[in-house]
Each structure stands twice: as structure tokens, then as C-alpha cells.
């Protein structure tokens, strides 16, 4: 098994230099052409959906025991 793992971290931290200067350089981030991650994408990596999801049970659940309105 073979980890890139030096890899995955400076083409990481290449891109972030890339987008802080860029941001810089303009106005406004609206300016910024670099391509991102979407919010979905990040929201997903971090199970975000799974966590809403969750949190939604258990307000169904303190409702029902009558600790909610």
C-alpha cells in the first residue's frame, strides 16, 4: 500500500498560496477565478448531512417526550 499523502499536502497548500494572492489582487472575491470545492463537496466530507439528518431525529425525539414545542 502506497500513501501520497506529501503529495495530496503541497498540492494543497500550492492552490491556497494561488487563491490567497489572487484574492489579494482583486477587488472582490467574486474576482477570484480559481476553481474551488463546492460548499456541497465540503459539507459531504465532513458528513454534514449526516449530522442535520441526526440532529433532526432528536428533535422529533424531544418532542414526542414533550421537552420541545
Known sequence: M?????QSLRAA???MLKVLQETLEKESLDQVNIELSSM??????????????QEEMIKKN???MGYMN
Open 40 to 53: 456541497n463537496d465540503i459539507f459531504k466530507l465532513q458528513e454534514m448531512y449526516k449530522i442535520n439528518d
Open 62 to 64: 424531544l418532542k414526542k
Open 13 to 15: 497548500h500550492n492552490i
Open 2 to 6: 502506497v500513501i501520497y499523502a506529501n
